[in-house]
T-cell receptor, first 113, second 116 residues
């Protein structure tokens, strides 16, 4: 069975500092990896995905993520955090385009002014 | 592009009544839609996969007779919570997979259901 681990319930970072939100996964075969962001009482917004190709994936709002096959990780990063980045971030994995997507438990990002 | 709407955004109903939630893909066709349930401070739990023109596939532990799903067109799926109870109170989120871009899911804004 596939799974996603987001080891940090919350990440606090000062505005302007780089941020990292960690994600590791387990799946059979080649992974399809996703990051979503959720603001309070809202649905999820797609940030970025990795299917194949370059290990460094660039997404919306200046976010990027690095796929590391040997460490089965897909950490989300941003060079300079904004207060408006404060939200709940979900990592997700699937084993293929038509397969079920499994979400992590989410990491709350708090950017401190 | 790729907008998914849900209606209503919030609903309060009395115990024992039924509530219908609509999920629409506004600018693309969605052969497949998904219904999730999210509890406070928890991840999304997939309830069922809805395929246009066929029966929905329910995840283990989800009562198909209680959570009725209908996907009558390529742009509309509905979730009906029948005989609702307070424990059904939750945040329900749908997503739609763009038929032309198979692996991307687009999420609706969610529906907050409160059963009193």
């Amino acid at each position: 069975a596939q799974s996603v681990a987001q080891p940090e319930d919350q990440v606090n970072v000062a505005e302007g500092n780089p941020l990292t939100v960690k994600c590791t996964y387990s799946v059979s075969g080649n992974p399809y990896l996703f990051w979503y962001v959720q603001y309070p009482n809202r649905g999820l917004q797609f940030l970025l995905k990795y299917i194949t190709g370059d290990n460094l994936v660039k997404g919306s709002y200046g976010f990027e993520a690095e796929f590391n096959k040997s460490q089965t990780s897909f950490h989300l990063k941003k060079p300079s955090a904004l207060v408006s980045d404060s939200a709940l971030y979900f990592c997700a994995v699937s084993s293929g385009g038509y397969q079920k997507v499994t979400f992590g438990i989410g990491t709350k990002l708090q950017v401190i002014p | 592009g790729a907008v998914v709407s849900q209606h209503p955004s919030r609903v309060i109903c009395k115990s024992g009544t039924s509530v219908k939630i609509e999920c629409r893909s506004l600018d693309f066709q969605a052969t497949t839609m998904f219904w999730y349930r999210q509890f406070p401070k928890q991840s999304l739990m997939l309830m069922a996969t809805s395929n246009e023109g066929s029966k929905a596939t329910y995840e283990q532990g989800v009562e198909k007779d209680k959570f009725l799903i209908n996907h009558a067109s390529l742009t509309l799926s509905t979730l009906t919570v029948t005989s609702a109870h307070p424990e059904d109170s939750s945040f329900y989120i749908c997503s739609a997979r763009d038929t032309g871009r198979s692996y991307e899911q687009y999420f609706g804004p969610g529906t907050r259901l409160t059963v009193t």
